[in-house]
């Protein structure tokens, strides 16, 4: 009998330098490609681009 667990693991390939993935790093073939990945997210690079306005903040009920 196979596992096919592992056997998905390895054809997944790590979305940053595209080596066969390491399950102990989940979808990332090494700890350097999961801490470019966050880096990625920290920076705001993997954004929805949008048309709506920034946010601002509302105005503050004590001036009123």
């Given amino acids: 009998m196979s596992d096919t667990n592992s056997s998905r693991a390895s054809a997944r390939r790590c979305p940053i330098c595209g080596k066969p993935t390491d399950g102990k790093h989940g979808a990332f073939c090494s700890a350097r490609c999961q801490m470019i990945d966050l880096g990625r997210w920290l920076k705001g690079d993997y954004r929805v ?16």
């Fill in 49 to 64: 681009p949008t048309n709506e306005p920034p946010e601002t903040s509302p105005p503050d009920e004590a001036e009123e």
